[in-house]
């Protein structure tokens, strides 16, 4: 087939396609898009946008978000694809477990989201360090990722190994507390819109161009509403001092009121939605090409 990769490039398992299309489209969109996730981070830095960097030095700290793009995203559609594959035959009477089939038009888009849960969870734990590394440098905190990371490990002294371990994963739980309803938004909305688009179609498969024009849909609608975790989350990570969601959130009301929940909207929905596309275009891509699919 033309376009098709070579016979001997053929990758049979789906869950290997996943993995390699995965970290392609990972290690795809960080880089591409780090100049907005940068100015994103710096507007909404408690110090305030210039004093968190303004426009100086835009890709600092694109070194610790390289090195968790790859196996981050990879770690995400191998966990998203084996949790859609099991639910689907548990659905179909194939001995592997049981789902109630009273929900009807609804199976699907939950079983998306429990797997997109599932994904999620497993990517956060390379996803959380590298963020509150790369951060840290975006708001020159530190003049590299490495800078940053080496002040982060040079605390062990001081905190102890448990220390550096609770420093690493700051912000761990908003920071599931955002990717999980962002993530339960943005993939059966994608789902959905594949699937509607094949059936208008009459066709089997979803090509790149789709995947990424219904991604950067799904992703803009889901930034949007997951701005004001997004907000919390990096206000966390920046904080000098370790602090939780819920007194940190009233802070915020309080000093500033609610509309600094969506400070840097614009550049987040930017950001993601053409992100989006990156992603889930470069990943289809790379999916079908593995599999032959053109």
Known sequence: MAGALPPTSRVENPFTRALIAGGIAGTTVDLSL????????????????????GFRGIYAGVGSALIGAAPGAALFFVSYEFLKSYQKRARDGDGVGYLPRCLGAWSEPIEHMNSAIGGELAACAVRVPTEVVKQRAQALQAPSSMAALRLIMGRRAEVGLKGVWREMYRGWGVTVTREVPFTVI?????EGLKAWRRG????EGTTAVESAVFGSVAGAVAAWLTTPLDVLKTRMMLAQK?????????????????????????????????????????????????????
């Open 242 to 294: 370790r602090q939780t969601a819920i007194p940190l959130l009233l802070q915020i009301l309080r000093d500033s009121g609610p509309r600094t929940l969506f400070a840097g909207t614009g550049p987040r929905i930017v950001w993601i939605s053409a992100g989006g596309a990156i992603f889930l275009g470069s990943y289809q891509w790379a999916y079908n090409a593995m599999a032959e699919i053109t």
């Open 200 to 203: 208008a179609k009459g066709l």
């Open 34 to 53: 780090f100049p907005i996730d940068t100015l994103k981070t710096r507007l909404q830095s408690s110090s305030g946008f210039y004093s968190a960097g």
């Open 186 to 190: 943005q993939f059966p909305l994608w």
